[in-house]
């Protein structure tokens, strides 16, 4: 079967390799005899309404935001009219920071973000860095990731986290909460890039995109004994790394 992912702003938003992402989906669906065919969604580009299963956004720098936030918040129609329809959506550190409300950069600039998840960014002089570990408990999982970020994520009252920070910053160091769903949206922090070292949740996403398409959800298992170890190896470094401030 044929999957549409639609990959936004590739050539602004690719920061520590999450364009890689792209390539552990591709590389998982073509393992399972499925297609993706993946459609660069640029500056000016309409959103192809009705047309894409899965979405995908990286991080990158506060220029790289700035250049991309007012082009997306005239592309917010579209994408939410999709996310209702049951399209996935990854979104990956500034990206993510995108999928809110508004992103404050630490020189006090408001970003307009597309308000497609209910929360906000305030960025702050001192960075967040390190790997980090969560619990999923919405999937019975743990996701494994690098963080690198001076923004402070606030959830609204009520908005379901990605995970709980094991070890780690997470959205702003204190909640011990990172990342964001809903229905099938899924926001992070997590860079590295994410899904090499967390198969299960590529295949997650996999099997969202494949319901929007109307085909079957079920996968097929994968050999994935150097996945499981690249989990392992960073879950351990976050671990030992500690908690949060």
């Known amino acids: 079967m044929k999957l ?21 989906l591709i590389e998982r669906a073509r393992l399972r005899g499925h297609e993706l065919d993946v459609r660069a969604i640029g500056m000016h580009d309409r959103v ?11 991080g990158g720098q506060d220029r790289e935001q700035a250049l ?14 999709a996310v209702e329809a049951g399209a996935a959506f ?6 993510y920071q995108l999928l809110g409300r508004f992103y404050r950069d630490v020189a006090g600039v408001e970003h307009p973000g597309i308000g497609l998840l209910p929360l ?5 002089p001192r960075r967040m860095i390190g790997d980090v570990l969560l619990e999923c408990t919405w999937a019975g999982r743990t996701l494994a990731g690098f963080e690198n970020h001076a923004g402070r994520t606030l959830l609204d009252e009520g908005a379901e986290p990605l995970g709980r920070v094991v070890a780690g910053f997470g959205n702003d160091g204190r909640s011990g909460y990172e990342g964001c769903r809903y229905r099938r949206v899924y926001g992070t922090y997590l860079h590295g890039p994410l899904l090499p070292r967390n198969p ?10 494949l319901a929007h398409a109307g085909g079957p959800t079920e996968l097929a298992p994968l050999p994935d004994e150097l996945e499981r170890q690249a989990h392992a190896v960073s879950a351990e470094r976050a671990r030992s790394r500690g908690g949060r401030f």
Do not use: Q
């Open 4 to 24: 549409r992912v639609g990959h936004l702003y590739p050539d602004y938003l690719n920061i520590y390799a999450d364009r890689g992402n792209i390539a552990v």
């Open 48 to 58: 192809p309404v009705g047309e894409i299963d899965l979405f995908y956004v990286g």
């Open 68 to 81: 991309v936030a007012d082009d997306l918040a005239a592309k917010a129609p579209p994408l939410r009219g």
């Open 90 to 95: 990854l979104a990956v550190c500034g990206g």
């Open 120 to 124: 906000h960014t305030v960025a702050e």
């Open 200 to 209: 299960w949740f590529a295949d997650h996403l996999l099997a969202e995109a």
